[in-house]
């Protein structure tokens, strides 16, 4: 670049050009092409009256700030021309043309942009980092910091923490652009995620063994061990006493994978079963005829049991119970009176005998028996409820969605057994009143 002088301190003029009012004593503002008259210091102004330089401290001064003051009275249209020299140093610069080596830090004040795909590098390393024309960031060796030490920025100077064992703390959320990236340079969208915040992996995530995953407040909310077995915590004191655990269960109570109500102590008869227990269990394993079933553990008196089995047909079966029950407090209920179902009423159900049009769905069975909703809604719609099934249902084909788009068929509370009971009922009651007519008769003669 050109430059005046012949030290290292050299200068840049520009030029002011300004047409006076009458009478004016003073000149600064913006200039008859629009330039904001300024200058660092007034020892490096030259001013011209009318093309005649002027001297400074006898016809102008430059006391106050980017303004030339006390000149004598100016007539109108007076021609001032200020020539403001600023200063800079090129004995300690880097070439634009042929680069160079900064020897010590450098600050920016504004933003540092380099080309379209260019690096960022040691002399060993020119591409350690390079930066794609879309803003992409590519590393090709590791990040490091030092041990507790932190990534932010102006105002967040600690966003993200790494201690020495490797916990990465993440102050605040992270936050990504839709349909953004995270890679490595050959798998560069290891992990994606779209607008609607889904995030998908194309490999697996693994953690070390026993690893946790968990926030400040607790840090070890999930852990994985090296058996897969998957702890859910909410208690800062550790997993010791961790409400959940997915675990495969070999113990005596059972072999299969378990959601655990984990709270026994290392010294209770129901330690590493848990209090409550939730059983995934294998009926039969065979390829294309696999059976399972669902059973549910309780622990009473130190001694985790079965107590409640789903079996693969849907059979449920419960252990030393009397069956199901439901709350009957008398201090839970009000207007309370004795209760006839009316026999009329009662003589109206009517079992029936059938077969599913889609067998799959009902464990394949046939000569079912039972009732048909909609006449044991028209008889007493107590008795009578909707459920919604999904379109994958294979029934689903055969029911009419509700005006809210759900598919709802119609279920009753009367079952298999249910018909068997009215069935038998229906036909004492027949055989009475065939006796009580009998009797009638006798008695008129």
Request: proline share 2%.
């Amino acid at each position: 670049m050109p430059y005046f002088g012949a030290s290292s301190e050299n200068a840049v003029r520009r030029r002011f050009t300004y047409l006076a009012s009458a009478s004016a004593t003073s000149i600064s503002g913006a200039d008859a092409n629009g330039q904001v008259l300024a200058f660092q210091d007034g020892s490096y102004v030259d001013v011209y009256l009318n093309g005649v330089k002027l001297k400074t401290g006898e016809d102008y001064d430059t006391a106050t700030a980017n303004t030339i003051n006390n000149l004598s009275a100016l007539n109108l249209n007076d021609e001032v021309e200020i020539i403001v020299y600023e200063l800079f140093n090129v004995a300690d610069t880097v070439s634009k043309t042929d680069g160079g080596t900064f020897n010590s830090a450098v600050a920016f004040s504004g933003g540092l942009n380099i080309a379209d795909g260019g690096n960022i590098g040691s002399t060993s390393d020119t591409d350690a980092i390079s930066i794609a024309s879309t803003g992409d960031v590519t590393l090709t060796q590791n990040l490091k910091v030092k041990d507790g030490g932190t990534i932010g920025s102006a105002s967040a100077t600690d966003a993200m923490t790494v201690a020495s064992t490797g916990i990465v703390t993440f102050k605040d959320d992270i936050v990504l652009k839709d349909a953004a990236t995270i890679g490595v340079a050959s798998s560069t969208s290891a992990i994606s995620i779209a607008s609607t915040g889904i995030v998908t992996f194309v490999d697996d995530i693994i953690i070390k063994d026993s690893g946790t995953i968990g926030s400040a407040t607790i840090p070890t909310a999930i852990e994985i061990t090296n058996t897969g077995e998957v702890t859910i915590n909410n208690s800062t004191s550790g997993t010791a006493s961790a409400p959940f655990v997915i675990r495969r269960d070999n113990s005596t109570n059972g072999n299969g994978v378990a959601l655990v109500y984990e709270l026994g102590d290392s010294a209770s008869t129901t330690a590493g079963h848990g209090y409550a227990r939730i059983f995934g269990t294998i009926e039969d394993s065979t390829n294309g005829a696999e059976d399972g079933a669902l059973r549910f553990d309780t622990s009473n008196s130190g001694t985790l049991a079965q107590r409640l089995n789903i079996a693969s047909d849907g059979t449920l079966t419960g252990s030393d119970t009397d069956g199901i029950g439901s709350l009957s407090d008398s201090r839970i209920k009000e207007s309370v009176s004795d209760y006839t179902y009316n026999l009329s009423t009662f003589k109206q159900f009517t079992p029936k005998a059938f077969d599913w049009k889609n067998p799959s769905a009902h464990l394949n069975k046939s000569s079912d028996r039972g009732f048909l909703a909609q006449e044991v809604n028209a008889i007493d719609s107590s008795l009578i409820y909707k459920t919604p099934i999904d379109d994958e249902h294979p029934d689903a084909s055969l029911i009419t969605a509700d005006s809210d788009g759900i598919k709802r068929p119609y279920a009753s509370k009367l079952a298999g057994k249910d018909a068997m009971y009215v069935s038998v009922i229906k036909q004492l009651i027949t055989k009475i009143e065939t006796l009580e007519a009998k009797v009638a008769k006798l008695e008129e003669e």
